[in-house]
């Protein structure tokens, strides 16, 4: 792995900002290709102008364990989230404040095309990476780390592609190393209505476990972790 200098607070707004941009960009690209009825020869030149870009973006790239420079492994924030990263091309992206105080989170979302399951409605497999998601996240924003040991999914009623989300999990319970936390998601427009849930236990890894589960990063990562 090659190693990379630490980017400074100013040089890491910069590149995030940029990083943003560009998965912005790359979302709105994956929603045009699996929603576009153009014709062959206009697939064959996105196809040309895709493997130029990939060339554009490969002359620096990270091994597959190495941390992003504009993420922190410390407190969890990763900018290339599959969930909610600013810098990903496949994540919906879910907004996501946390609420420590409460002992809870609130994700925002709307899903589009490229998460389709059944036609029309979000794939099951992404409503339970979005439960996942706040789940694990109000466990960490009230200050226990911990990766998901056990988790529950009940689906409820079918979940609409296009329709705004919310996302809610709450922490509920710790002792010791495993904490329990629930999740529900709901339409904005109809928040009574409860579309799925999720119960999960998570387990916070002791430091030398974490040391050895994480040392292809080569860095020290404290965000799911046992925590004083």
């Known amino acids: ?29 994956v929603d045009a290709a699996v ?10 030149a996105a ?24 993420d922190d492994p410390a407190t969890g924030e990763r900018w290339y989230s599959p969930v909610y990263g600013p810098g990903s091309p496949v994540a919906p992206p879910m907004v996501v404040e946390d609420l420590p105080a409460e002992r809870r989170c609130v994700g925002r979302v709307t899903v589009g095309k490229q998460h389709e399951g059944p036609p029309g409605l979000v794939h099951g497999g992404v409503v339970a990476t979005l439960l996942d998601h706040v789940l694990a996240r109000s466990a960490r924003a009230a200050g226990h780390g911990g990766l998901t040991a056990t988790l529950t999914v009940s689906y409820r009623r079918p979940v609409h592609l296009g329709v705004p989300l919310v996302v809610t999990g709450e922490l509920v319970s710790v002792e010791g190393r495993r904490a329990t936390a629930t999740a529900r998601l709901v339409a904005e427009d109809a928040p009574e209505i409860t579309l799925a849930e999720g119960e999960a236990t998570l387990v916070a890894l002791r430091a030398d476990r974490a040391s050895e589960v994480f040392s292809r990063t080569g860095r020290d990562v404290g965000a799911w972790t046992s925590r004083s």
């Open 47 to 70: 196809t040309r102008a895709a493997r130029q870009l990939t060339g554009l973006l490969s002359d620096d790239l990270r091994e597959v364990h190495e941390i992003a420079t504009v």
């Open 1 to 29: 792995m090659a190693e990379r200098l630490e980017l400074s607070a100013e040089q890491r707004v910069v590149r995030r900002d940029a990083v943003a941009e560009l998965g912005h960009a790359l979302r709105e690209l």
């Open 35 to 44: 929603r576009t009825e153009v014709p062959p020869d206009r697939l064959a």
